[in-house]
Nanobody, 116 residues
Framework: QVQLVESGGGLVQPGGSLRLSCAASRIIFSIYTMGWYRQAPGKQRELVAG???????NYADSVKGRFTISRDNAKNTVYLQMNSLKPEDTAVYYCNAYWSGIHDFWGQGTQVTVSS
């Protein structure tokens, strides 16, 4: 059974930083497109950042210049470095692994709260 386990969420003040991690197991991690999504209360889940197997990345406009997605294929782990956090970044953050149209897996989510 595929597992994606997120960690690193928590409470941080505006302007602070957090680093999320997502460790994958039971998949050929290096071939998967990995993504971070988030869902705030009352809102739809949205893509925050993605990274394909070759390393190219894409970001939501709202996080460009503040967030950085990266992957370590040797550790089967994808990261999301979040800097200059804002209250509107508050959400549950989910890790996603996607390949070939039919392989689509989600983690359980980790809460990020940005508040003073």
């Amino acid at each position: 059974q595929v597992q994606l386990v997120e960690s690193g969420g928590g409470l941080v003040q505006p302007g602070g930083s957090l680093r999320l991690s997502c460790a994958a197991s039971r998949i050929i991690f290096s071939i998967y497109t990995m993504g971070w999504y988030r869902q705030a209360p009352g809102k739809q889940r949205e893509l925050v950042a993605g990274i394909v197997s070759a390393g190219s990345t894409n970001y939501a406009d709202s996080v460009k210049g503040r967030f950085t997605i990266s992957r370590d294929n040797a550790k089967n782990t994808v990261y999301l470095q979040m800097n200059s956090l804002k209250p509107e970044d508050t959400a549950v953050y989910y890790c996603n692994a996607y390949w070939s149209g039919i392989h689509d897996f989600w983690g359980q989510g980790t809460q990020v709260t940005v508040s003073s």
